[in-house]
């Protein structure tokens, strides 16, 4: 399949660390909300920037290795015309399940 890591590439360990430092507020940021943290807005604004480039390079990466972004309107209609046999397992009846199926996907082989 191919890990996360080999899907984003070379920014893979400076964009990780970035998440993991941003991650009891990325949620806030992604939806536009107020962290109650106090913090600058050039700083909020390069955590955004870090969360775009995050999306970008794992999609970048996806539509190289598996022929979709998995960002489009109609990502899971392209997921099936792939021949990723892992896909077969949609639709999900949780997101749990959808958690669990990313994890084992993304582990290295």
Do not use: C
């Not at 604004?45 to 794992?58: F, P, R, S």
């Not at 046999?85 to 999900?92: D, G, N, T």
């Amino acid at each position: 399949m191919g890990s996360i890591q080999s899907l984003i590439g070379t920014d893979y360990e400076e964009l990780a660390t970035q998440l993991e430092r941003i991650q009891k507020y990325r949620n806030k940021l992604v939806h536009g909300q107020v962290t109650g943290l106090g913090l600058a807005t050039e700083d909020l604004l390069e955590d955004v920037n870090h969360i775009a480039a995050w999306m970008t390079a794992l999609a970048s990466g996806a539509q190289r290795k598996f022929g979709y972004d998995g960002l489009r309107r109609d990502s899971f209609v392209q997921a099936k015309g792939t021949d990723i046999i892992a896909v077969a397992k949609y639709p999900f009846a949780s997101a749990s399940e959808f958690k669990a199926w990313l994890t084992e996907v993304s582990k290295p082989k």
